[in-house]
Nanobody, 124 residues
């Protein structure tokens, strides 16, 4: 129901920063809980960040906590992932996702709509 398009990925050196954007279209965007996931070849998709529709609750796994920040701008129909202090192990395809039933979930099953992904490569 919600169309999601990620952008902002690219090549960055270790210790650098990137900001990913996910623009959306569809009804009632401001009421959607949003999340970011990532996946590398041969591995299961991994939870990265989540934000409740109110924008007041965020959640991160230990692997990115303190380095990544998720935010949501309802006026622009956009969710962001600010990534700082990037490490080679952060290299992955990053996906944004939307849920209209669960806030702050780390489970893929709770997200009904997904973007196409954007590649992030952290390398010297």
């Amino acid at each position: 129901q919600v169309q999601l398009v990620e952008s902002g990925g690219g090549l960055v050196q270790p210790g650098g920063s990137l900001r990913l954007s996910c623009t959306t279209s569809g009804p009632a965007f401001r009421n959607y809980n949003m999340g970011w996931f990532r996946q590398t070849s041969g591995k299961e998709r991994e939870f990265v960040a989540a934000i409740a529709w109110t924008g007041r609750l965020t959640r991160y796994p230990d692997s990115v906590k303190g380095r990544f920040t998720i935010s949501k701008d309802n006026a622009k129909n956009t969710v962001y992932l600010q990534m700082n202090s990037l490490k080679p192990e952060d290299t992955a395809v990053y996906y944004c996702a939307a849920s209209n039933v669960v806030a702050g979930s780390l489970r893929m099953e709770d997200y009904a709509d997904w973007g196409q992904g954007t590649q992030v490569t952290v390398s010297s």
